[in-house]
C-alpha cells in the first residue's frame, strides 16, 4: 500500500511541476494580450482568406482612428481557413474580431446565426441603400431581424471568348457583336455549333457542361437547390433539370472540352487553348484565366455580355463574431472596409469588384479595362450584369451540394463514366442525404 | 490517508532529536529526495505531454463520439452508440475502408519488397556508396503536397505525361481518376515513390549489423547470392521488417494527402468515392458540412482499432512466412 501511494505520490508531484511551469507560461501569455488592451488603445484581428486587398485600406482606418490598431491575419485559401473558424466559433475564443466569410459559407451561418453578432443592433440599417439588395438580403435572416455580415466584393459574371479563334472559325469578334449573337443561352448553343461545323478549328466551344450551372440557373429561377423554407427542392426544381440536359446535351454534340474545373487538366487546357468561350465572375479574369492561359495568349481573350443578361457568382462578406470584446470598433472596422472607399481600395489591390453601389459608379472601377482582354471595358460589363440581377436564395448548403456533389457527378456523367440519368439519381440521392 | 503516513520514513517518524547540527538537515534531507524523485521527474514531461497530447486527445475521442456533436450548429446531446450504430450501415464508410485496405496492399507489398531488394544492392562494395545511400532518402525529404502536384499532373486525364506517352505509342488513353483501380495505381505509386527509400535505408541499417563471417562462410559452403540472402539477410533482420511492417500499416491506412492531392484537393476522391480514403472521409465529415464532430470521433476510434487490428495480422502473417533464428 505504501509503495503504491509513494509512488503515486512522486508521479502527482512531477505532473504538478510540470503542470505548473505551462500553466505559468499559459498565463504570462493571457498577461500579455490584456496588456496590450490598456491605455485607450483597442487591438482588433482581422482575419481573411486568400487576398480581399486590405493592405492599404486598414493603414487608412487606422489614421482615422488612431485608438484601433489592427492586426490583419490571413490565413491562407477558404478551404483551409473555414475548418479553422468553426473551430473557433464553437469554442467561444480563437476567432477574430471581424472575420471574412465567402458567400457559401455566409450562407450556412445565417441559420445558425448566434455566433455572430447582430449588426442592424450595431446601426448597420443605414448602410442599406449601398448594397445592391440581394446581396444585402443574403446576410439577413429569413425573420429580417438580424444582419451578420456587410458585403465586400461581388463576382459579377460575363462571357470570356477567344477572338483569335472565332476569327478562325469565321464568326464575328467584335465584343458587341459577340454580345448581340448570344444574347440567349439557345442563341450561344447555336452559335456554338456554327462554330464547330465550320471544321476549322480544334478547340471545343465551352470547357465543361457544368459551367453552364451556376449562370443560367440562378437567371431563369429564384431558388436552385433550397426553396425558401430551407428544403431541398434540387430534384423538382425544372430549371436544375433543364439545365443539366442543357449542359450533358452540349457535351453529347461534341461542344464541350469535357476538361474538370479546377483540375490540372483544366488549367493545362487554356494554355493548349482547348475551348473557346467561358462564363467568368469578375475575380476569374485576371487571377484565373490569365493566369492559366499565360502570357502567350495576352491579348488573344476578349469579353461579351453573359447570355440571358446579368448573374452573379461568389463574393464574400465581412462578420463580427459573437465572441469579440470590442463589437463597436470592429463594427467600424467592417463599415469602413465595405464603404466605397474600403471597396475601392481592394479593388485597386486585389481586383475584387464592389459590391457598393457608389463604388460601382465610380470611375476608378467604372472605366477600368483589361490590358490582358484586349483592352474589353470590364468595368462597364461587370457593374452592369450585377446591378440587373435579381436575387436568387441558395440556401445554407448550397455551395456544399453542388461544389462536392452535384458538380461531380455532372462530370462524371459529361465524361461518360456514368450516363446522365445515372448521374441525375446518384446525384440527388446524395444532396438528399447532405441537406437532411 | 494511510497511504500518506506509511510514506514518511519511518525512521525519521521514531529517531529522538539527534545531535546533528540543525543547519546540515535540510541539505541531507534534500539530497534523499533528490535520489529518490529526481529519476521520476526526468522522464515526467513525456508522460505529461504525452498525457496532453496523445492520451487525452484519444480518450476525449471516445466520449465525443458518443454525442450527437454538430459543431455549426452547436447540438451536443448524448446519443449514445447511435453514431457506431449509422455508421455500420453507412455505405460511404466501408467504401472508404475498401479503399483505403487496397491503396494499402497495393502500395505496401511493392515497397517493402523493392526496399528489401534496394538495400541488399545498397550492403555491397561499390564507388559512391554514401551518395547513393543517402540519395534514396530524397524523395522522403521533399514535400508531400509537393510530390502530390507533381504526380496529379503527370497522372493528369488529359494532358498528363504518362497519357501522352501511352498516345505516342498507340494507346488509349487511362481514365486515371474514373477508373477505381487506375486511380489506386497511381497514388500506390506516389507513396512508393516516398517512402521505399526510407524503409530500404532502415533495413540497409539492420542488414550493416550481420556478421560478415557468415556471408563467408555460406560462400565457402558454395551457397549462391540469392541462397545468402534468403537464408541469411532475410532471417537476420526479421524484427526490422516486423517493424516496418507495422510501421507501415499504422502510416497506409491514415493515407491522407496523397489522394487528397490526387483528386484536385477535393476531400470527395473521385466523382463515385473511388478513391477517398477513410481520414478522407473523417475528414469530409467532420470539418465540412456541418461539422459532425460525434460522428467524425466514432469514425476515428474504428480507424484506430482497424489499424490496430490490421497491424497484429500483418504482424503475425510475416513473422510465419519469414523464418528467424532456430532457437
Same mark, same amino acid.
Given at each position: 500500500m505504501s509503495v503504491i501511494g509513494r509512488r503515486f505520490r512522486t508521479v502527482a508531484v512531477a505532473a504538478l511541476a510540470v503542470g505548473v511551469a505551462l500553466g505559468g507560461t499559459a498565463c504570462s501569455k493571457k498577461n500579455d494580450d490584456e496588456a496590450s488592451g490598456e491605455g485607450g488603445q483597442v487591438k482588433l484581428v482581422l482575419q481573411t482568406f486568400q487576398n480581399f486587398g486590405y493592405d492599404q485600406a486598414i493603414k487608412d482606418f487606422e489614421a482615422a482612428n488612431p485608438n484601433i490598431k489592427v492586426e490583419h491575419q490571413k490565413m491562407g485559401e477558404l478551404r483551409d481557413f473555414q475548418p479553422k473558424l468553426v473551430q473557433w466559433l464553437a469554442a467561444g475564443s480563437g476567432a477574430g474580431d471581424v472575420v471574412g466569410l465567402e458567400e457559401g459559407v455566409l450562407l450556412g451561418y445565417v441559420q445558425n446565426h448566434d455566433k455572430f453578432t447582430n449588426l442592424l443592433d450595431l446601426g448597420a440599417g443605414e448602410l442599406k441603400a449601398n448594397f445592391p439588395e440581394w446581396k444585402w438580403n443574403n446576410a439577413l435572416t429569413p425573420d429580417g431581424k438580424k444582419l451578420i455580415g456587410l458585403g465586400t466584393d461581388v463576382g459579377g459574371l460575363a462571357m470570356c471568348y477567344r477572338k483569335d479563334l472565332f476569327q478562325q472559325a469565321g464568326l464575328p469578334t467584335d465584343r458587341e457583336e459577340v454580345s448581340q449573337r448570344m444574347s440567349t443561352w439557345q442563341d450561344y448553343i447555336a452559335l456554338g455549333k456554327e462554330f464547330k461545323a465550320s471544321g476549322k478549328v480544334k478547340a471545343a466551344w465551352l470547357d465543361s457542361a457544368t459551367s453552364l450551372m451556376q449562370p443560367h440557373v440562378m437567371q431563369n429561377s429564384e431558388t436552385f437547390f433550397f426553396d425558401k423554407d430551407n428544403k431541398f427542392i434540387g430534384d423538382t426544381n425544372p430549371v436544375v433539370k433543364q439545365t443539366w440536359d442543357m449542359g450533358l446535351q452540349m457535351a453529347a454534340d461534341g461542344l464541350t472540352a469535357k476538361a474538370q474545373r479546377w483540375s490540372a487538366d483544366w488549367d493545362a487546357a487554356f494554355k493548349n487553348s482547348a475551348f473557346a468561350t467561358l462564363p467568368c465572375p469578375a475575380w476569374m479574369t485576371e487571377g484565373v484565366i490569365a493566369q492559366r492561359s499565360g502570357p502567350a495568349n495576352a491579348g488573344k481573350w476578349d469579353i461579351a455580355r453573359i447570355p440571358g443578361g446579368g448573374g452573379n457568382w461568389g463574393g464574400s462578406y465581412l462578420a463580427v463574431p459573437a465572441q469579440t470584446k470590442h463589437p463597436k470598433e470592429a463594427y467600424l472596422l467592417a463599415k469602413y472596409l465595405t464603404s466605397k472607399e474600403g471597396h475601392l481600395a481592394a479593388f485597386k489591390e486585389a481586383g475584387a469588384m464592389p459590391s457598393d453601389i457608389a463604388g460601382l459608379e465610380d470611375p476608378a472601377f467604372k472605366d477600368k479595362t483589361s490590358e490582358y482582354f484586349s483592352g474589353a471595358p470590364t468595368g462597364k460589363i461587370f457593374g452592369e450584369s450585377v446591378k440587373n440581377m435579381k436575387p436568387v436564395f441558395l440556401g445554407a448548403k448550397h455551395q456544399q451540394i453542388w461544389e462536392t456533389i452535384v458538380e461531380p457527378q455532372m462530370q462524371a456523367a459529361e465524361r461518360g463514366r456514368l450516363s446522365s440519368d445515372a448521374a441525375w439519381k446518384k446525384a440527388m440521392d446524395e444532396a438528399k442525404k447532405a441537406a437532411s | 490517508m494511510s497511504s500518506t503516513v506509511g510514506a514518511v520514513p519511518p525512521s525519521a517518524a521514531a529517531s529522538p532529536p539527534s545531535s546533528v547540527p540543525q543547519h546540515r538537515r535540510p541539505s541531507y534531507r534534500f539530497g534523499r529526495w533528490d535520489i529518490k524523485y529526481s529519476p521520476y521527474l526526468y522522464i515526467a514531461p513525456f508522460f505529461v505531454l504525452f498525457g496532453v497530447f496523445g492520451? *487525452?486527445? $484519444?480518450? !476525449? =475521442?471516445?466520449? $465525443?463520439?458518443? *454525442? #450527437?456533436? @454538430? /459543431?455549426?450548429?452547436? =447540438?451536443? @446531446? *448524448?446519443?449514445? +452508440? @447511435?453514431? !457506431?450504430? $449509422? +455508421?455500420?450501415? #453507412?455505405? &460511404? *464508410?466501408?467504401?472508404?475502408? !475498401?479503399? =483505403?485496405?487496397?491503396?494499402? $496492399?497495393?502500395? =505496401?507489398?511493392? &515497397?517493402?519488397?523493392?526496399?528489401? +531488394? /534496394?538495400?541488399?544492392?545498397?550492403?555491397?562494395?561499390?564507388?559512391a556508396r554514401t551518395v547513393l545511400r543517402m540519395g534514396i532518402l530524397i524523395p522522403n525529404i521533399t514535400s508531400v503536397a509537393a510530390v502530390g502536384i507533381i504526380f496529379a499532373l503527370i497522372f493528369a486525364d488529359r494532358y498528363g505525361l504518362i497519357n501522352w506517352l501511352l498516345g505516342t505509342v498507340g494507346f488509349d488513353p487511362i481514365a486515371w481518376r474514373d477508373n477505381r483501380y487506375a486511380s489506386w495505381f497511381a497514388i500506390s505509386f506516389m507513396v512508393d515513390w516516398r517512402w521505399t527509400g526510407y524503409n530500404a535505408l532502415i533495413y540497409l541499417g539492420a542488414m550493416q549489423a550481420i556478421p560478415k563471417d557468415l556471408y563467408e562462410s555460406a560462400a565457402l559452403d558454395g551457397a549462391s547470392a540469392w541462397r545468402q540472402f534468403w537464408t541469411i539477410t532475410v532471417p537476420l533482420i526479421r524484427p526490422t521488417i516486423l517493424f516496418t511492417v507495422v510501421i507501415s500499416t499504422i502510416g497506409g491506412f491514415q493515407i491522407f494527402t496523397e489522394p487528397l492531392m490526387y483528386g484536385f484537393g477535393l476531400v470527395r476522391g473521385g466523382a463515385d468515392h473511388q478513391f477517398q480514403t477513410l481520414a478522407m472521409y473523417i475528414y469530409e465529415q467532420t470539418f465540412t458540412g456541418n461539422a459532425e464532430y460525434g460522428y467524425g470521433s466514432a469514425m476515428s476510434w474504428l480507424l484506430f482499432m482497424m489499424i490496430i487490428i490490421f497491424a497484429l495480422i500483418n504482424f503475425a502473417l510475416v513473422r510465419r512466412s519469414v523464418k528467424g533464428e532456430k532457437k
Open positions: - | 492520451l *487525452f486527445p $484519444v480518450l !476525449y =475521442t471516445v466520449y $465525443v463520439s458518443l *454525442f #450527437d456533436y @454538430e /459543431l455549426l450548429s452547436g =447540438t451536443k @446531446e *448524448f446519443a449514445g +452508440l @447511435e453514431n !457506431y450504430r $449509422v +455508421l455500420m450501415a #453507412d455505405a &460511404q *464508410f466501408w467504401n472508404a475502408a !475498401y479503399n =483505403t485496405v487496397g491503396i494499402f $496492399v497495393l502500395s =505496401t507489398v511493392p &515497397q517493402l519488397v523493392v526496399a528489401l +531488394l /534496394l538495400a541488399n544492392l545498397l550492403n555491397r562494395q561499390m564507388r
